[in-house]
């Protein structure tokens, strides 16, 4: 008869082989980790709500606390107890069974600088840990009781400025997504500033005991290290390129080791005279050691980035066929509907990508890199610029003339350089792919993508011809900090999601209005390299105190860079549709075994237009899908505020229901005493939609 404490000794060797203390066997009942597991697949193995009882499915309960607004949380569930974050970005722990709260931390005055995706978890089998960010400050906290851990950091914190340059001691940086956990390191993410003023977006690795820095990955080389000629020289330690940023979150393979980091672009988005070159590493795909933090291998997928085409999401941990033999592989969605498939170890494209000829003519002084990678499979799964001419106009629009004749002027070559002309950016800013990322069928090499198809307009401003204009100080400031958002006469664009300023100290009070410029709040970053005078300035042209008067620019006020976007602009219609026919959203199911689509889908309905009859439009999304083993796909995601289930063979829709407000989130599912839940955080607010405070979990009667 065989020893029953067997097992458990083997276990114990092989933790002390593998030295990690943090690797704690998971039910298949929980959801341990951002979007499901270090994978990031959103794939769970329950099977209790299946095709034929999903039908059934009813609210379970209900949980808010807080202030509402957006809530892009991703909760985890480990042991029968959800951790989430709410709209103030304060964490909490309920009872998952229930909803009841069991502690909350954070002050909801000072911590809503910023969305955020969730939390992280760590364990050795002692103690557990949750681990989140608020503001720039990195907390652990005690799992059971919310308190914060005196032994980490300082008194349970780290400011995530530590380990960066001196040049970003006082740059914006916050972290919109949770950490990733390897052993006893925790590697994070950083949303930093879009502008020339942006940070470096160094990768950290931290001691997730101590707090303590453990390794660091420069994203904008140092001198002989690799991709160091790809800057300008030097460029690391000058204030005017930044960024190149993991902001989206990574992806491990544990087993191997190997961490997966996605980057977005080199600060300034959208003009690079300053910074010619590739631009390693910024848009890449990076595999590194997750121990040591060194480069094993990269891809980048967009060089010389001038289009904001950052990398949206974590890649995908997979395995596919692939000729004959089964590769463990890893997939990565972009903005550009494009899914780059490598082998895992190597990087080696499993399908053919080739480098081709595009546009360079681009602004003066802007050199646009001549070649841009474009995989062979699967096909793109969102239309591209060049494939719009003026038979694309939306039939529902009433000004089609007007939209034929806008369209005719805008540049659409795929990646063809800004210009004061007009670029028609097609997938948009928001993707194609978004921060919601793709879920995907580990085993069975099938992903799943939702869909953006909304067609933005970027045009460019030359910044001298601007600066000779005799305006005030303090118009200057808002022109270059805060008007690409808010436009020229403060309207802001509520369908792009940018509220507007008139009369904003009727709603809110000028200390609240500086904090807000100071910190930042949702998807605005905080403006540190201000001063309070500028500020001052300002408030007090937003309040109409400006007197107009003219003064000698200084270094703030004057434009470093010379030519800017003039504003993140939708391409709509008279009534504030998109301009470009439907689809406006889709959901897309590809095998990637032989980079060929199973089913491609109109992915929610447009209110008015589904009121009238006009079915299958397809709306805007934000918000990744859960799938599970036996055939159901669960996405919210969708501006008309409905929770779906899908057929996962197939795309048919199973089952539907109205939640109290759109779920701009991507939901979990997790089993407590034998009951399957799947939960869901409802903020609503973007796109225009009501806001409020829920997470909601449903379950079979």
């Known amino acids: ?35 499901g597991g270090s994978d990031r697949n959103h794939y769970s193995r329950l099977t209790q709500i299946n095709l034929d009882n999903v039908k059934q499915l009813k609210m379970a309960w209900t949980y ?66 949750i681990l989140y960010t608020a503001g720039p400050n990195l907390w652990a906290l005690n799992a059971k009781t919310g308190k914060p851990i005196p032994s980490f950091g300082q008194q349970g914190k780290i400011d995530l400025h530590t380990g960066l340059p001196d040049i970003a001691k006082d740059k914006f940086l916050v ?82 080791g190997i961490l997966f980091v996605p980057t977005g672009s080199a600060g300034y988005d959208f003009w690079g005279g300053n910074r010619p070159g590739t631009n390693l590493f910024a848009n890449c795909l990076i595999a590194l050691d997750a121990k040591t933090g060194k480069r094993i ?66 602004l003066p002084e802007e050199k646009p890199w001549g070649t841009q990678p474009f ?35 805008f540049k659409k070559d795929f990646y063809a350089p800004p210009s004061e002309v007009g670029t028609l950016i097609f997938p948009g800013f928001d993707g194609g792919g978004e921060w919601g990322g793709a879920a995907a069928d580990p085993e069975n090499g099938i992903i799943y993508i939702n869909s953006n198809e909304m067609a933005w307009v970027q045009k460019m401003e030359n910044q001298a011809e601007k600066e000779k204009l005799k305006i005030s100080s303090a118009k200057r400031l808002y022109q270059n900090y805060c008007q690409s958002c808010h436009g020229p006469e403060l309207k802001g664009n509520s369908l792009s999601g940018y509220p507007s300023l008139i009369n904003i100290f009727q709603r809110r009070d000028k200390a609240f209005v500086k904090q807000l410029i100071q910190q930042g ?7 540190t390299q201000l001063k309070n005078t500028e500020i001052d300035a300002i408030i007090s042209f937003l309040g109409n105190e400006d007197k107009q008067e003219v003064v000698s620019q200084n270094s703030s006020t004057k434009s470093k860079i010379p030519y800017r976007m003039a504003g993140y602009n939708k391409f709509l219609d008279s009534k504030g549709k998109p301009g470009i026919s439907p689809p406006w959203g889709t959901l897309n199911a590809i095998d990637l075994n032989t ?18 009859g006009i079915k299958n439009t397809g709306i805007e999304n934000y918000g990744g899908p859960l799938i599970t083993s036996n055939g159901l796909l669960f996405i919210a995601a969708t501006k008309d505020g409905k929770f779906r289930a899908f057929e996962s063979k197939t795309g048919k829709l199973v089952w539907e229901t109205l939640l109290p407000a759109a779920g701009f989130a991507t939901p979990s599912t997790y ?20 806001k409020n405070n829920q997470y909601v979990a449903f379950a079979l009667p």
């Not at 005493?673 to 939609?689: D, F, H, R, W």
């Open 175 to 256: 972290s919109n997504t949770p950490g990733t956990i390897y052993q006893d390191l925790i590697i994070m993410p950083l949303r930093l500033s879009e502008g020339e003023d942006a940070a470096p977006g160094d990768i950290r690795a931290f001691d997730v005991k101590t707090g303590k820095l453990v390794w660091t990955f420069h994203t904008i080389p140092y001198p002989g290290e690799y991709g160091y000629t790809t800057f300008p020289k030097d460029a690391y330690k000058n204030t005017y390129v930044g960024a190149a940023n993991n902001w989206a979150g990574m992806a491990i393979d544990e087993q191997k």
């Open 297 to 362: 291998w990269h891809f980048q997928t967009t060089h010389h980035d001038l289009w904001d085409r950052d990398l949206p999401a974590p890649p995908n941990l997979i395995r596919v066929k692939h000729q004959g033999k089964y590769i463990d592989a890893v997939a990565q969605i972009s903005k550009q509907g494009f899914v780059f498939l490598f082998n895992r170890s190597t990087g080696k494209p499993l399908f053919p990508i080739t480098e081709r000829k595009v546009s360079t003519h681009g």
């Open 375 to 409: 995989p062979s499979k699967p096909a793109p799964y969102a239309r591209q610029s060049y494939e719009i001419s003026h038979l694309d106009v939306s039939p529902y629009a009433e000004n089609k003339d007007e939209l034929i004749q806008q369209l005719k002027k």
């Open 595 to 612: 980079g060929e689509y199973l089913w491609k889908i109109p992915l929610g309905e447009d209110i008015e237009l589904a009121k009238q």
């Open 671 to 690: 089993m407590v005493n034998g009951k399957q839940y799947i939960v869901i955080a409802c903020g609503g607010s973007k796109l225009g939609t009501p």
């Open 64 to 129: 808010s606390n807080g202030d509402s607004g957006q809530i892009q949380a991703n909760p985890i569930i480990i042991k029968g107890i959800l951790y989430s974050v709410n709209a103030s970005v304060q964490a909490f722990a309920l009872d998952a069974a229930t909803g009841k709260e069991i502690w909350r931390f954070g002050d909801p005055l000072k911590n809503w600088a910023s969305t955020s995706r969730g939390v992280s978890y760590w364990s050795n089998g002692e103690e557990s840990r």
């Open 521 to 527: 709040k949702g998807m605005m970053p905080g403006f």
């Open 1 to 35: 008869m065989k020893s029953k404490t067997a097992p458990l000794a083997v276990f114990s060797v092989v933790m002390l082989l593998i030295g990690s203390s943090f690797f704690i066997p998971q039910s298949n009942e929980d959801w341990p980790s951002y979007l």
